[in-house]
């Protein structure tokens, strides 16, 4: 069955109230549920279900939404209804301030191919310069060129795409929240570090804090960047895409130290360390590759039991071990000086007095004991 996704812009100041386009919102929810915000000004609606609940068709349901929000909010709307939501988009881009634009699938291809490539929605000024000095001057020549020769010329995932949507083929659905294109968090160390095993500490430490938001979400990642901070202000990043969009810690964690090593740090002073989940999409349109061995279920069900934890008790119930508690032998140690004990007086013996204090090395602890150090008052 064909889609019918409406787009709506609305002609409001940038003055206006910050609460009118929430308002705005609201009036397009109560006509469909499925309403992805747009902002600051346009809106995605799904109305193909619609179409059947106010029994009127594309063409009608515009005409309530115009009249509502013209008469609830004074706000001018502009629609365009057609079968995805790139169409959708590009039809709205050339209606008139207040009119509706019906384009069906039908005349998707005759109402694509003559227009400028530059009017393709993801052909950006340098794509289409590039597109442009190759005699691709007309989406009809973009949908006509070979598949191999536009990947030569923009890459592969670039040139899938735009050849696709030169066909004016669109999979993407309105969701209703729809999801981040980035997620990032960062560590900042309370001094300058140099210890790679801290680095690699506070790593893991991200990795789960990501892991688990996306799972929350019910998102997953297709790829992980990761920026370090230096203290005389500088930066260096290092990004990768992942084999598969996910959003289970152990990839995420691998990919994290493949990433560092990659840095080649050699006692660098890092001030901020941080992870960036990048690509990200809803979690049921990824696909998993089948794992023939029982470490990745292990894995994928002690990630299920923290989550539980995390909903119940709270972010820290359930963590690894190395952040569980600082490494004995990386914790801060001063030069401080440890004195034992007096000895109790003993009536009628003289006192023994000891030395002020010795200092210790790092990491040695307990008292001293030399029996040299007693001298006699």
Known sequence: MTRQILHAHFAFPFTARPELYEQLLAIATDITPNVQPLPPDAALLDVGGATRYWERDARGICDILRIRTLALTDVLTTCAV????????????????????????????????????????????????????????????LADAPLPALTRLLGTATGRSLHARAHGHDPRPVQPRPAPKSLSREHHFPADCLDPYQHRRALLDLAHQLGARLRDDQTAAGGLTLICRYADHTATTRSRTLTEPTNHTAPLVTTAYDLYRLLGLQRARVRTLGLRAEVIRPAHQTAHQLAFGPDDERQQAIEAVSDRARARFGPGAIK?????????????????????????????TPPAVRPAGRTLAPGRTGRLSDPASTVQA
């Not at 209606?95 to 291809?109: F, I, K, N, R, Y």
């Not at 140690?333 to 004195?339: A, P």
């Open 320 to 348: 690894p071990a190395a952040l569980a508690h600082p490494h004995p032998a990386r914790q801060p140690t001063s030069n401080r000086v440890l004195r034992d004990p007096a000895p109790a007086a003993v009536p009628g």
């Open 82 to 141: 057609a079968p995805n939501p790139m169409l959708a988009r590009m039809a709205g881009t050339v209606t008139p301030p207040g009119a509706t634009t019906l384009l069906a699938e039908h005349e998707v291809t005759a109402w694509l191919r003559p227009r400028p490539v530059a009017f393709l929605h993801g052909v950006g000024p340098a794509t289409a310069t590039t597109l442009t000095k190759h005699g691709l001057h007309t989406i009809g020549d």
